[in-house]
């Protein structure tokens, strides 16, 4: 494999298909962690630690910069589900600078229901930010034009996937 450097520094934030630019500080993303399963036995050198088949709640938080009226009343409402999705772009360097050929597009779908809303106070001359945390009921993401996901997960569903396959298999 050659040698590719890259990073992701921006990422546009769409709820139903709108562009919220300039309404978000941050979007953290779920964490995809496992329980875990700990076998120790007599006769064992060491406790072996292994992943098991349900993943941990997807949750994740962010920060809006505004009191939004028309995303914050949203934001309060923990009995609906809302399609959040990010467009990250992810810009790859060689020794000429951005190699826009190789550069690429990855967008992650979160279907969430808020958990917690709070922010920090007010006060003057300071910048409202408005904190929520979440819990994500689906969790995709993928470059656009692929026809498999590269992860997708749907705990509604009962599906857990990485580039199409079942992460776990079916006896």
Known sequence: MSVKIGQCTNA?????????????????LPDLEYKEVTHETLGQI????????????????????????????????????????LHSYVDVFNTGGVDVANSYRIVTNVTMSIRKVGGKPF??????EGEFEYVAQRFTQGVPGAKTPIVEVDVINQVHRILGQDVWPKF
Request: no cysteine; proline share 8%; hydrophobic share 40%.
């Open 12 to 28: 546009d934030v769409y709820l139903n298909g709108d562009n919220l630019v300039g309404r978000f500080k941050d979007f953290q």
């Open 123 to 128: 006060k003057l001359g300071d910048a409202f």
């Open 46 to 85: 060491a406790v072996l630690s292994m992943p098991g088949r349900p993943l941990q709640a997807l949750k994740g938080k962010g920060t809006i910069d505004f009191l939004d009226r028309d995303l914050y009343p949203q934001l309060l409402n923990p009995t609906v589900t809302l399609p959040f999705a």
